[in-house]
């Protein structure tokens, strides 16, 4: 087996793929949180770019790339498919694994494919400044390189836990020329109610999102942009499984099993949905989706309507919910830390076509370093928790004697969360 396979220009997806055209039901519609009638779309639009709006409510198969986003997207698609050969060999497992790694971007997760789209789309209609949370600080670092790339202004709103556990992040996004505070901040009404009660306070996703939200909603030529969770943003990420695709066929392999963390749920989609694809044809592939013992979203939430933040301010999404005020525990896996989850990836679970499963903070790290020591990467803590089902699954097919074709996303690297790895810290 040839431990990478090639990542020629031509593997670089032309178009994004909508798994929502494929799909014989769609999940509810978002639903206005005032008057919980479905949600029409220029109600979205003091909050976002109207062509993203655009991409979110599309129901065609195919939404092509401009031609700007996948010239910057070049600088490192396709990204590599590696063969997992010493994990392998050190499982002594007839299984046979392959990871798609993201973590090669400039600012080392898959956040770079959306975050460039949004940035391009906003910077085409004028926007000046673009909101958003970050937890681990991946993704507001993907948007401050986007914004640095089309010229436009980014304010992030950071959760206190991560940073403060995580320095190297906050002077990423400001090297990029973003602006950085810690949420909940005092900058915002949103904000204030928390920061009143205890200037401490570790913070959460959904509290993040309440404060850029609402900087986006009181000025017109500033919008939010939002790392994962809706439909347009898995759908950004989807190049990720696109480009598998094709590399797993240069391998001679098909994936029998599909494994990612989730968040919010884009890494994941965006690797499982063009392999959902062949699944709704018939093909038997099995999708796992990894959460945090500490958050767990899909397997102990409620699937109903609730909003995607911790003011009430976004329209409502019917996906898996550990409920709004839901606060975290300061895991080092910040970008996990989100009470809901994708109304797609929610949907497909309640179709029975993914399934999802928990691990502790304990297990994800020990399946880390050993990660690191065989195939010496290390994984970003969001992503060992795809890690530690990848050698679970491994393991099983060994005692099964089955030889399975397993392919995960390795979301992005660690480095910058190394001080997390140090023994005395988890
Ligand atoms: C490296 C990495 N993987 C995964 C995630 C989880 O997000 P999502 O479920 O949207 O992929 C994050 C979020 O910050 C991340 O930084």
Redesign the pocket.
Known sequence: MERYASRKMDYLPANFYNLKADLKELPPPPLNPMTREPLKPEELEPVFPKGFIEQEISLERTIPIPQEVREVYALYRPTPLIYAQNLVKELSTPAKIFYKYEGVSPTG???SNTALMQAYLAAKEGVETLTTET??G??GSALAHAGAIFGIKVKVFMVRASYRQKPGRRIMMELFGAEVAESPSPLTQSGFRFYQENPNHPGSLGIAISEAVELAVKNSKTKYSL??VLDSVLMHQSIIGLEAEIQMKEAGAFPDVVVG????????AGLAFPFIRHRLEGQKIVFIAVEPEACPSITKGELRYDHGDTAGLTPLLYMHTLGMNFVPPPIHAG??RYHGMAPLVSHLVSKGIIEARTYSQEKVFEAARFFFKTEGILP?P??SHAVAAVIDEAIKAREEGKEKVILFNL??HGFLDIAAFDHNRC
């Open positions: 997760s898959h956040k937890g681990a991946q993704w790392g994962s963390c989730v968040g919010g749920g884009s890494n994941f970008g996990l970003a969001e992503s979301s992005g």
